[in-house]
C-alpha cells in the first residue's frame, strides 16, 4: 500500500483534480526495484488520466564527474544505468499489459525534442546565472544530493556542486510544468478522461529546494495547475506480507509527516 504526501497546502488543493503524473525513476537508485516500479505504475494508471515516467539518464553522468569519475567514463556509465532502469520500467509497464511501454518512459533524448522543456530549460538556466538567489538554492539542491555520495564528513567543494548542478536544472523544467515539458505523454487511466486537471511530479523523498520552489518563495515558479508529492509504499503491518499489489490503494498524510 502506498501514502502520498502533497509537498504543500497547494499542492494538496491541486491533488483532486490531478490529471497527468510524472513519475521520477533516478538512476543508481536501488529503492526502485522491477516489484516496486510495477507496484507505482499499477496505481498511477488507476489514479490519473496520463503517466509517465522520467529517467534523467545521460545528465547523471554529472554527478558522477563531481564525484571524481572522469567525464568520458562518467558518460558511458550514466548511458550503461539508463538503459537499465529504462528496462526495468518497461518490463513493469509490459507485465501490468500496456501496450508499447516504452513510449512512457522519457528519458533526456527524447526531452530534447521537446520545445517547452527546452524553453523551461533555458529559463532555469538564465535564471541560474543572473539570480544569486536561485543560483544558491539551486546549488544547496546539488549539496543534498553530493552529500550522500561522499565519505562521512567530507563536504563537495565549490567546483564539484558546479559540476553537479547541470544535473538538477535539468530536472527543473519536470518540476515547473510536467505536461507542458513531457507533451502530457501518457496512458489512459481511471476516468478514461483527456480533460485538462492539473499535473503532478511523484517522487519518495523530500527536497528542500522544492518545498520553497512550491511555496513560490524563489523567482522561478511551477505553472498554475502543477503540484508535487511524495509517494511511498506504507509499511508492511506485522505479520503481514510485504509484497504490494500492482493497483495498491493509496492514502494521504499530512503534510509534514516524516
Known amino acids: 500500500m502506498f501514502e502520498i504526501e502533497p509537498l504543500t497546502e497547494n499542492c494538496r488543493e491541486l491533488l483532486p483534480e490531478a490529471a497527468v503524473a510524472c513519475i521520477g525513476v533516478s538512476p543508481f537508485n536501488s529503492y526502485f526495484s522491477t516489484r516496486r516500479l510495477t507496484a507505482l505504475a499499477g496505481w ?20 558522477l564527474e563531481a564525484l571524481g569519475c572522469e567525464p568520458g567514463r ?17 518490463t513493469a509497464l509490459r507485465s501490468l499489459g500496456v501496450e508499447e511501454p516504452r513510449r ?43 552529500d550522500r555520495r561522499l565519505p562521512p564528513g567530507a563536504a563537495p567543494s ?3 556542486l558546479r ?16 505536461a507542458g515539458a513531457t507533451g502530457a505523454t501518457g496512458a489512459t487511466g ?13 517522487y519518495h523523498q523530500r527536497v528542500a529546494f522544492l518545498e520553497r520552489f512550491y511555496r513560490r518563495e524563489l523567482s522561478w515558479r511551477p505553472v498554475p495547475g502543477q503540484g508535487f508529492v511524495v509517494v511511498r509504499e ?25
Not at 490519473?48 to 539518464?57: G, I, K, L, N, S
Not at 518512459?105 to 539570480?131: I, K, P, T
Not at 481511471?190 to 511523484?202: E, I, Q, V
Open 158 to 160: 565549490e567546483e564539484q
Open 163 to 178: 559540476r553537479a548542478v547541470r544535473y538538477f536544472l535539468a530536472e527543473l523544467p519536470l518540476f515547473a510544468d510536467s
Open 44 to 63: 498511477a494508471m488507476e489514479r490519473f488520466e496520463r503517466v509517465c515516467f522520467f529517467v534523467p539518464d545521460t545528465v547523471a553522468a554529472y554527478t
Open 74 to 90: 562518467a558518460r558511458h556509465k550514466a548511458r550503461s544505468q539508463g538503459r537499465y532502469v529504462h528496462n526495468k520500467i518497461t
Open 190 to 202: 481511471a476516468a478514461g478522461s483527456t480533460g485538462d486537471g492539473s499535473s503532478f511530479f511523484l
Open 234 to 258: 506504507r509499511a508492511p503491518e506485522a505479520g503481514t506480507a510485504g509484497a504490494v499489489p500492482a493497483a495498491a490503494p493509496v492514502g494521504e498524510v499530512s503534510h509534514g509527516a516524516r
Open 104 to 146: 512512457l518512459v522519457l528519458g533526456m533524448e527524447r526531452l530534447g525534442g521537446s520545445a517547452r522543456y527546452g524553453q523551461l530549460l533555458a529559463e532555469a538556466h538564465l535564471l541560474f546565472r543572473e539570480d544569486a538567489s536561485f543560483r544558491a538554492a539551486c546549488l544547496e539542491a546539488s549539496r543534498w544530493v553530493l
